[in-house]
């Protein structure tokens, strides 16, 4: 869910700029998974340019704190997040932690850096959803940790109904910046995109197992 249209849109607008976001309808990419996508995203990009990483930063922020008021910890997601989720938890001058997909196999075996304590409120930042399973796997490894995880916030997500129902399970609320259906009106409106290739990413959404 979007909180603002404006900030989506300029959002989308922006990872289109640094082509963080690529639209390629006619020559698709490959996931890892092995799907054909006509889009392809990596929010890294914007640590790379000042500007607009701090735009992203202060509008998680507000977003956080009109949603939950100020948590304990901010808490990013590895790897893709750990960058952004330390520039929100700086903005907010709280303390940040990360959570590796699983624990370390040597040294003190942590899957949380940094310093949580039990009952704290967490708010978890990521960069991309896409199905939401790594996402929530470091929701779970929080709540392990017995932390109170109050609510999830991403820059991008696409929406994808295998995503809501996996959140609606697991009781955990996620806000986006922007998110695919605000991308495709901003796309479009910029000239990104067609008309014709905007009906095309609008149908690989529905099926993208199946698309291509």
């Known amino acids: 869910m979007v909180l603002n249209k404006d900030t989506a849109q300029k959002t989308a607008e922006l990872l289109l700029q640094i082509n963080a976001i690529k639209l390629q309808p006619q020559n698709p990419f490959t996931w890892a998974s092995g799907w054909k996508s006509p889009i392809y995203c990596d929010n890294r990009i914007t640590l790379s340019y000042p500007t607009i990483r701090n735009y992203i930063r202060e509008n998680l922020a507000k977003q956080i704190e009109s949603l939950y008021g100020k948590p304990d910890v901010i808490a990013g997601v590895?790897?893709?997040?750990?960058?952004?989720?330390?520039?929100?938890?700086?903005?907010?001058?709280?303390?940040?932690?990360?959570?590796?997909?699983?624990?370390?196999?040597?040294?003190?075996?942590?899957?949380?850096?940094?310093?949580?304590?039990?009952?704290?409120?967490?708010?978890?930042?990521?960069?991309?959803?896409?199905?939401?399973?790594?996402?929530?796997?470091?929701?779970?490894?929080?709540?392990?940790?017995?932390?109170?995880?109050?609510?999830?916030?991403?820059?991008?997500?696409?929406?994808?109904p295998i995503s809501q129902e996996n959140f609606k399970a697991s009781g955990v609320t996620l806000h986006t910046l922007s998110n695919y259906e605000n991308l495709l009106k901003q796309a479009e409106k910029s000239h990104y995109i067609t008309t014709e290739e905007a009906g095309i990413l609008a149908k690989w959404r529905k099926n993208p197992s199946e698309w291509g």
């Open 78 to 160: 590895a790897t893709g997040a750990i960058g952004i989720g330390m520039l929100v938890a700086d903005y907010m001058n709280l303390p940040f932690c990360y959570v590796r997909p699983e624990a370390k196999s040597h040294g003190r075996k942590n899957q949380i850096e940094g310093l949580l304590e039990e009952n704290q409120n967490v708010v978890v930042v990521e960069d991309l959803i896409s199905t939401g399973g790594s996402s929530l796997k470091a929701v779970e490894a929080l709540r392990d940790a017995k932390a109170n995880v109050k609510g999830m916030v991403a820059i991008f997500s696409y929406g994808f």
